[in-house]
């Protein structure tokens, strides 16, 4: 099966409903193997253009992951980019602001960390927290300092929501590409995902009661991912919903939508001046003497 970028694409303008949006598609590939070819293909390709991306030097481009607990953020992002060279990629987690960061507007600890021209930044988690878990809980929001008509619940999130697509149109007409990524996982899959944490030993870790607290507010994520889904998927900074039961079909899904959006930028390794021609020419000398 080919995987089309567009079957996951939130139309600008959409009106999503999460419970009509799949959580599984049919498997691409028939077995491991198969599975593992196509993924290593994905990864290879994507190599070779994070280096033209790197060399180019005109764009940067910023990949956002958002989903529930144990949705497969961290495993599809290391899967994906493991074969991305280091030097032209970081990749960012976002948890509970800090106090510094609550001095600020909800956009400045991660605008720190916008990538530059010719990399590629990551985002685990993002500034979208501010309009899905502080919604969800707005004792957070109460909080953070802002003044009672700063923080109406009436007006905030259509006003963080306009902030937000405003940073991004502002990212898009200055070179910077974002493309985000939210893995729609069931609660069931969660449900076994939480499980199996806690029968393997080497999962443990990943597994904490708040984890167990926050399956109570499902409804409630679910109707802000759609509401955000829905105010902040546009034409040049567009939301993808990915099917995430399948941790191999998600990240085949990922890659295949970092490649289709790295290929549309328009990209060419530099072409070298007579001035640097006649240079590595007198290189070329030194170095047969």
């Not at 180019?56 to 493991?82: C, E, P, W």
């Not at 697509?165 to 898009?172: F, G, Y």
């Not at 870790?205 to 889904?229: G, P, Q, V």
Request: net charge positive; aromatic share 10%.
């Amino acid at each position: 099966m080919k995987i089309n970028s567009k079957d996951y694409r939130v139309r600008p303008g959409a009106k999503v409903k999460l419970n009509k949006w799949p959580t599984t598609v049919k498997p691409f590939c028939k077995s491991k193997k198969r599975y593992q070819k196509l993924l290593e293909e994905h990864v290879e390709q994507l190599s070779s253009l994070q280096q033209l991306h790197y060399a180019s030097n005109r764009y940067a481009l910023l990949l956002i992951f958002q989903g529930m607990d144990a949705a497969g953020k961290d495993g599809a992002i290391r899967h994906v980019m493991s074969g991305v060279n280091p030097q032209g990629c970081e990749v960012f987690s976002f948890k509970q602001p800090s106090a510094e960061e609550l001095e600020h507007d909800f956009l400045w600890r991660t605008n720190r960390h916008l990538p530059e021209r010719g990399r590629i930044g990551i985002f685990n988690r993002s500034y979208y927290e501010e309009v899905l878990v502080v919604r969800v809980h707005p004792e957070i929001l109460r909080s953070q300092g802002l003044s009672e008509e700063l923080r109406d619940e009436k007006t905030i999130w259509k006003e963080r929501y306009c902030s937000i697509v405003d940073l991004e149109n502002h990212l898009q007409r200055n070179g910077t590409k974002v493309i985000k990524f939210f893995l729609h996982l069931s609660k069931d899959e969660q449900r076994r995902r939480f499980l199996e944490r806690i029968d393997e030993p080497d999962k443990n870790w990943k597994f904490s009661l708040a984890d167990i607290h926050e399956r109570k507010y499902w409804k409630h994520y679910m109707k802000a991912y759609e509401d955000c889904l829905n105010a902040t998927s546009t034409q040049h900074a567009p939301w993808f919903v990915i099917p995430a039961d399948d941790k191999e079909n998600a990240r085949l899904i990922v890659s295949r939508i970092v490649l289709d959006e790295l290929n549309e930028l328009k990209m060419a390794y530099p072409k070298a001046t007579a001035k640097r021609r006649l240079e590595l020419k007198s290189i070329r000398k030194l170095l047969t003497k």
